[in-house]
C-alpha cells in the first residue's frame, strides 16, 4: 500500500466532505486529492530528489506530504526551529531537493547547492492551478521511501530516520478505518510538520475522513479559542501542551461545573471545551498528576495515551478511555498505577522486554523495549536497525506487568547509576510531582567520585506556593528511600523542553553539574 492510494481513496469514498480548514469553505477531499496530483506532477518534472519542507503547519504540508509520495520523492520536514548553522547542515543533507520555505527561512539559509527554493505560497499556487497536469495517484511502490525525518541531534549529528510506504500505510490501516469518521468531526493539528505525530495524524484524519483544523504554530490560548471555534471533536498534544490548555481552563473558570462541557458562542469564546470528545497524549512522559488534573476537568473526554517512536511510524501501544476512567476510579492501587502506563501494544505489533544479553525477561522486570511488526522501520540513511528477526531495539526502558500494561521508564541512557544501583529517574519525579507544591520536576545524575552519580533534581514550583529543599527531600524520602532521594534540589522558574515537549535532560545534566558538582 502507497500513501498516494490512501488519499485517492478518501477522495474517491468522501470526496464532498471538508479535508482541511473551516467548515465552511474549506478544501475537500477531492480537491486535496486533485490538488496532491499536480503537486506531484510539478516536483517529478523538477531536478530534486526530494521535497522538503521548513515551515509552520499549513495546507502545504499534506499537499506536499501527498504530493511528494506522487512524484515518487521522500517528504522531509525540517525543524524550523534549528540554529541557522544547524538548520543549514540538516537542509544540505537533503540536497538535492526542491524545498518549501517558509516566511524568513531563505534569508536564513542562504544559497545552498542542490537546493532549489519554493515559498509556501507558490507550492500552493501550483496545487490551484487547473492547468497544471496530474499525477498518477494509484502508482507508487509500497518499498520507496516516503518520509525522512531528521533526530533532534541533542547528542550528536542528526539521524534521518526512513519511513517507508509500507510502514506507514501499514500503521494507518490497522489503527483506523477508511470513513469511520463522523461528518461532524474536527481534528487540530498542533505538533509541528518535523514531528512524526504531525505526519501521523495527516494521514490518518484523511484516512478516516476527519476534518483537519491547521494551527500554525502551539499557543495554548489560541488552540482553545480555534477548538471552541471550530467545534474540534479530536486532539492530539505532547504532554506540556497539555498542562498549558490546562492551565488556560483553569485560569478562566472551566471545568465540572462550570462549562467544562457546557456551551460556546461559536466565535472562539465561551467556556470549556464543549465538543471535544477524544484527546490523545504523547512524545513524552505525562505525570499521572496531570492526567487526573484533566480527567476532573474534563470529564466529557475520552483520552488516550498512544506511545510511539518516529522508527515505528508513531503510536505502538495505546491507554484507552475505559482504561483511564477504570484506573482513576479504582481502590486497587495496581489498577489506578496504570494511569502511569502508556497501555497495551497494539495488536498488529509485538513487545517484549529484554535485559542487556537480549534476553526476554518476565513481566514486572525492567529492561529494554523490543518492538515488531509492519509499521516498524527502525532505519535510517546508510544503516538498517533491524536485528534479523525484525526486531527493533527501541533504546527505551520498560516493563510489562501480568496484563500486558507496558510502562515506559525513560532513555536507557537516563539511568542513574549510584555505588552500583540502578536508579529510575522517572520514579522519583513522579514522586515529587505528588507534592502539592511542585509543578514540574526533573530527575537527573551528575558525576561522583565515591558513588559514581548523585541524584539531584530541579523543580518548578506552581504559582503562589513554596517549598523548601529539605521539605522535598523528605517527601521523596518517605515514599522511596534514602538512595533515591536527591542530594540537591533546584528551583527553577521553568525546566528546559524542546517544542514537541521532550525534556531536554542532557542540557539539565549539563547546567546541575555546573551548579553541583
Known amino acids: 500500500m502507497h500513501?498516494?492510494?490512501?488519499?485517492?481513496?478518501?477522495?474517491?469514498?468522501?470526496?464532498d466532505r471538508i479535508a482541511i480548514g473551516p467548515s465552511s469553505g474549506g478544501t475537500t477531499f477531492a480537491e486535496l486529492a486533485q490538488?496532491?496530483?499536480?503537486?506531484?506532477?510539478?516536483?517529478?518534472?523538477?531536478?530534486?530528489?526530494?521535497?522538503?519542507?521548513?515551515?509552520?503547519?499549513?495546507?502545504?504540508?499534506?499537499?506536499?506530504?501527498?504530493?511528494?509520495?506522487?512524484?515518487g520523492r521522500p517528504f522531509v520536514p525540517i525543524n524550523y526551529r534549528l540554529a541557522d548553522d544547524q538548520l543549514r547542515a540538516v537542509v544540505r543533507r537533503a540536497a538535492p531537493a526542491t524545498l518549501v520555505a517558509g516566511p524568513g527561512v531563505a534569508e536564513r539559509l542562504g544559497p545552498i547547492p542542490g537546493i532549489e527554493l519554493m515559498t509556501r505560497k507558490e507550492l500552493l499556487d501550483v496545487a490551484a492551478d487547473p492547468r497544471m497536469p496530474e499525477a498518477d495517484?494509484?502508482?507508487?511502490?509500497?518499498?520507496?521511501?516516503?518520509?525522512?525525518?531528521?533526530?533532534?541531534?541533542?547528542?550528536?549529528?542528526?539521524?534521518?530516520?526512513?519511513?517507508?510506504?509500507?510502514?506507514?500505510?501499514?500503521?494507518?490501516?490497522?489503527?483506523?478505518?477508511?470513513?469511520?469518521?463522523?461528518?461532524?468531526?474536527a481534528t487540530i493539528v498542533s505538533v509541528p510538520p518535523y514531528h512524526v505525530a504531525g505526519i501521523a495524524a495527516a494521514i490518518s484524519a484523511t484516512y478516516a475522513g476527519r476534518r483537519a483544523v491547521l494551527l500554525e504554530a502551539f499557543d495554548p490560548a489560541t488552540w482553545v479559542t480555534l477548538a471552541r471555534r471550530e467545534a474540534v471533536t479530536h486532539a492530539m498534544v505532547v504532554?506540556?501542551?497539555?498542562?498549558?490548555?490546562?492551565?488556560?481552563?483553569?485560569?478562566?473558570g472551566s471545568g465540572p461545573g462550570s462549562g467544562g462541557a457546557g456551551g460556546s458562542s461559536g466565535d472562539g469564546s465561551g467556556s470549556g471545551l464543549p465538543a471535544l470528545r477524544n484527546l490523545a497524549y504523547g512524545g513524552g512522559p505525562m505525570p499521572p498528576a496531570v492526567v487526573e488534573r484533566a480527567l476532573r476537568l474534563l470529564p466529557h473526554?475520552?483520552?488516550?495515551?498512544?506511545y510511539g517512536l518516529t522508527e515505528t511510524s508513531s503510536t505502538i501501544a495505546i491507554l484507552g478511555p475505559d482504561d483511564h476512567r477504570a484506573a482513576l476510579d479504582s481502590p486497587d492501587p495496581a489498577v489506578r498505577d496504570r494511569l502511569g502506563s502508556v497501555g497495551r501494544p497494539l495488536p498488529s505489533v509485538e513487545v517484549t522486554i529484554r535485559d542487556a544479553d537480549g534476553g526476554v525477561l518476565s513481566p514486572g522486570q525492567q529492561g529494554e523495549i523490543w518492538v515488531r511488526?509492519?509499521?516498524?522501520?527502525?532505519?535510517?540513511?546508510?544503516?538498517?536497525?533491524?536485528?534479523?528477526?525484525?526486531?527493533?531495539?527501541?533504546r527505551d526502558r520498560g516493563?510489562?506487568?501480568?496484563?500486558?500494561?507496558?510502562?515506559?521508564?525513560?532513555r536507557l541512557d537516563d539511568v542513574i547509576v549510584r555505588g552500583g544501583e540502578n536508579i529510575s529517574p522517572g520514579e522519583i519525579e513522579a514522586v515529587l510531582l505528588e507534592h502539592p507544591a511542585v509543578a514540574d520536576a526533573a530527575v537527573v545524575g551528575i558525576p561522583d567520585t565515591e558513588w559514581g552519580e548523585r541524584v539531584v533534581a530541579a523543580v518548578v514550583c506552581r504559582p503562589d506556593t513554596r517549598a523548601t529543599e529539605a521539605e522535598l527531600q523528605e517527601h521523596v524520602r518517605h515514599a522511596l528511600r534514602s538512595t533515591r532521594t536527591p542530594?540537591?534540589?533546584?528551583?527553577?522558574?521553568?525546566?528546559?523542553?524542546?517544542?514537541?515537549?521532550?525534556l531536554l535532560r542532557r542540557v539539565l545534566r549539563t547546567e546541575l553539574t555546573q551548579a553541583f558538582g
Open 3 to 15: 500513501l498516494a492510494m490512501l488519499l485517492e481513496m478518501a477522495g474517491e469514498a468522501m470526496g
Open 35 to 71: 490538488r496532491s496530483r499536480r503537486v506531484g506532477a510539478h516536483l517529478a518534472s523538477r531536478d530534486g530528489e526530494r521535497l522538503a519542507l521548513v515551515d509552520l503547519n499549513s495546507e502545504a504540508v499534506p499537499v506536499g506530504l501527498f504530493g511528494a509520495a506522487m512524484a
Open 137 to 185: 495517484g494509484w502508482g507508487g511502490d509500497p518499498e520507496a521511501i516516503a518520509v525522512l525525518l531528521f533526530t533532534s541531534g541533542t547528542t550528536g549529528e542528526p539521524k534521518a530516520a526512513v519511513l517507508r510506504h509500507r510502514n506507514l500505510a501499514s500503521y494507518v490501516i490497522s489503527t483506523v478505518e477508511l470513513g469511520s469518521a463522523g461528518e461532524d468531526q
Open 239 to 252: 504532554p506540556t501542551m497539555l498542562q498549558r490548555i490546562l492551565d488556560v481552563l483553569e485560569e478562566e
Open 301 to 306: 473526554v475520552d483520552f488516550v495515551n498512544a
Open 373 to 394: 511488526g509492519d509499521q516498524v522501520s527502525g532505519e535510517y540513511l546508510g544503516a538498517a536497525g533491524l536485528d534479523a528477526e525484525g526486531w527493533f531495539a527501541t
Open 399 to 410: 516493563h510489562l506487568d501480568d496484563d500486558g500494561y507496558l510502562y515506559v521508564h525513560g
Open 487 to 502: 542530594e540537591h534540589i533546584q528551583f527553577r522558574d521553568q525546566l528546559p523542553f524542546n517544542d514537541t515537549g521532550k
